[in-house]
């Protein structure tokens, strides 16, 4: 089993967090990491935190001469932006925001106690956790991307960052959709004898878990609704060197909780972010009097950063399923498991 806990302010001294279960063995290149955490700082519509950041990575622990050692990694990226104790109070929570609810839950009297936690930061460390699972997943040949689809109702790339020059004009913010494909994926990862082995499950529950994903669908999902069962299930064909294959996938790559060999498809939407520069109405949490709701320094749009986002929880969850079903300690013992498994699936 794989498994991570991070932690870290947005204007703390650090953001960390601790990957236990990758197998020993795999090469880490720290350059490819770096990569990934940049990709997540770009995008049309991100805010001026981004100039702030470098983000790199350090690997603190869990790694030898480049090497994996089987033992928990320990990965650390810095916070140029570190004044968490010099930060006001600020009793005005944000609509959209977990500011009212993490109060009313934690007892506090300032919403910075649960923003900076709350704060979309924290993905820097799921980004860090997967790309050491990007490379684990390289050495299967399996890869995941995303891509933007839409943003304010626009598909057109001219038109979506037309949509956010308006929404930042006038200081509000705008979400989107973007895709999720993951190419050479095993059929038999996840599975359909008990609900929380399903990878469908799975999937859904982390990229939902991301900051302001509020719907996660798989290939053709919602438009089955409306369509009858022969149109829509993707036929089976086998050819001895492909084995099984389709040639549709409306499954979007899972079929009865399982990969199904086919590129997993997923779509995510995103939300716009919470925070808007013309603020709406909100009460102040020790006065009970209205007022506006904060106003903090804000992304006008972070659709492109959240499909990396996904990306990273997408290939941490991939990688989970793989060790589950390949096992292995090592990464030799992995992709002999592996190799042994693809071989007799053809046959
Ligand atoms: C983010 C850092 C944050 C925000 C953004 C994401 O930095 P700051 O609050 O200092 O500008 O830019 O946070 C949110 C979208 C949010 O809702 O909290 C980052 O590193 O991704």
Sequence with gaps: MLRFLTAGESHGRCMIAILEGMPAGLKIDLKEMNIELKRRQLGYGRGDRMKIEGDNVDILCGVKNGMTLGSPIGLYVKNSDFRIDDLITLTNPRPGHADLVGCLKYGHEDIRNVLERASARETVSRVAVGAVCKLFLEEFGISVLSEVLAIGGEKNKEKMNKKIDQARKNLDTVGGIFSLTAVGVPPGL?????????????????????????????????????????????????????????????????????????????????????????PLDSVDIVTKKSTKAAVERYDTCA????????????????????VEKFGGDSMNEVKRNYKAYVKGIKT
């Design 190 to 278: 996840g599975s359909y004898v008990a609900a929380d082995r399903r990878l469908n499950a799975r999937l859904a529950g982390v990229l939902s878990s991301i900051p302001a994903i509020k719907a996660v669908e798989f290939g053709l999902g919602t438009g089955y609704a409306s369509a009858f069962g022969r149109a829509v299930h993707d036929a089976i064909y086998y050819s001895k060197d492909k084995g099984f294959y389709r040639k549709t996938n409306n499954a979007g790559g899972i079929e009865g909780g399982m990969s199904n060999g086919e590129p997993i498809v997923v779509r995510c939407t995103m939300k716009p972010i919470a925070t808007v520069g013309k």
């Design 303 to 322: 659709v492109a950063a959240a499909g990396v986002v996904a990306e990273s929880v997408m290939a941490f969850e991939l990688s989970n399923a793989m």
